[in-house]
């Protein structure tokens, strides 16, 4: 989908799941004697702080409320992320992030186009699955053999009887329609992936997505911020011809092979989220401590954990365009970019910058170990007069993208 970046909490157990599925990448890179691990910097844990906002205090009025969906007011935050409640005349769900939530927005949009669709008579014979007669479930792993989505985030599922949940690739046609809308075509959302199919078999979709695109696509999320040629790249290809195609490419920026192959047949990523991290690399490729920073995402113990690797990339390349960058250092506090004019920028993730008092205490340790630098912190947060007063009290300035 158009982002970025893109997130949620995981559970334990989808931890797990994730962690397990990297096993075979972790033991190659033990043993095959062929790739380097990137430096193990152990980041120093934060406690869990948690605070509540009014959602119209964070949000877009676009986003806050919509023609199929209601942003609960009171939003809880933990650890910087936002815990995003959602009502939808097909249920009720959270979603951890504003990349995340916008995301789950768009694809609500597809699936409310999915059924009106299917309440059109004139459906030229194509069986039409009604969207709002399905049950819906939460903290289902995904049927089709990823958990992609987190459990935590009670995300819309269905349970259709007779329906056999396989793992689906999806035509060409679906991939297609999934761009064109702004959905991921291997979303791990079966009530999502169920909408695409519906959409994918009309034959008047050309002239259906004419008339609904301004309806259907309102949110700005990067996800799937991805060229129109590339967006054909990966919507015809087949999967194989996808992963050695990834495979290449990161051979080509420096990646040494068994990375390469376990990043690209192994990570329980889409392949839209591959690609936007390799694009992400692509870019950064001449800078030292850049792919150090990408391998770091077959470290991670869950899908947050990797797509924070994405948003880390891509607020260096942020930074890169405006102040040439000397090198990346991975640092117990995170990824400390540092600039060919001296300058270090401090990347720091997260929805909401509170202020509170492991954040002071992060930018007192930050100044402390650059006593006369001059410093940065690049963070897609929006940041509270605490957090700001802590920043001017260390004299770090924001990045202003």
């Known amino acids: 989908m158009k982002l970025a970046l893109l997130c949620g909490i995981l559970s334990l157990g989808c931890s797990q799941l994730f962690a397990s599925q990297l096993s075979a990448g972790a033991q190659l890179l033990a043993g095959g004697g062929v790739a380097e691990a990137p430096p193990q910097v152990k980041r120093e844990a934060r406690p869990v702080e948690s605070l509540t906002l009014r ?5 877009p009025q676009h986003v806050l409320s919509g023609p ?33 939530l916008e995301l789950r927005l768009r694809e609500i949009a597809a699936i409310d186009l999915s059924k009106s669709s299917s309440d059109n008579p004139a459906t030229n014979g194509v069986p039409v699955v009604p969207v ?34 396989t793992s689906h690739w ?58 129109a040629d590339q967006q054909e790249m990966l919507a015809g290809r087949k999967l194989d011809e996808l992963q050695t195609h990834f495979e290449q490419t990161l051979a080509e920026t420096g990646v040494d092979p068994e990375t390469s192959r376990t990043f690209s047949r192994q990570l ?41 690797i994405l948003q880390e990339l891509r607020q260096a390349n942020n930074l890169q365009a405006r102040q040439p960058l000397k090198e990346l250092q991975l640092t117990k506090r995170g990824t400390e970019l540092h600039t060919q004019r001296g300058e270090i920028a401090l990347v720091r993730l997260g929805d909401y910058l509170t202020g509170n008092p492991p954040f002071q205490q992060e930018m007192d340790q930050f100044r402390a170990a650059h006593p006369k630098d001059s410093l940065l912190i690049i963070t897609p947060a929006q940041i509270s007069p605490p957090a700001l007063k802590v920043l001017q009290n260390n004299k770090i300035k924001v990045f202003a993208k």
């Open 132 to 165: 709002s007669s399905v049950r819906l479930k939460s903290g289902l792993s995904n049927p089709r053999g990823r958990l992609l989505l987190p459990q935590k985030s009670a995300d819309l599922s269905i349970d259709l009887p007779g329906t056999t949940a």
């Open 170 to 227: 999806g035509s060409p046609e679906l991939r297609r329609v999934a761009f064109e809308i702004g959905c991921d075509p291997e979303t791990s959302q079966p009530l999502v992936y169920d909408a695409l199919e519906t959409l994918s078999k009309r034959e008047d979709i050309a002239d259906l997505l004419t008339g609904s695109r301004r309806g259907v696509s309102p949110f700005p999320t990067a996800l799937l911020s991805i060229p």
């Open 268 to 308: 329980p990523l889409t392949s839209c989220q591959k690609w936007l991290l390799i694009r992400e690399l692509q870019a950064l490729k001449q800078i030292p401590g850049s792919v150090d920073l990408f391998k770091r995402v077959l470290q991670a113990p869950d899908e947050l954990a990797a797509l924070e």
């Open 68 to 100: 199929n969906h209601e942003v609960i007011e009171f939003v809880p935050v933990e650890l910087d992320h936002c815990h995003f409640t959602v009502r939808t005349e097909w249920g009720q769900f959270t979603a951890i992030g504003k990349p995340m």
């Open 55 to 59: 959602a119209s205090e964070i949000l």
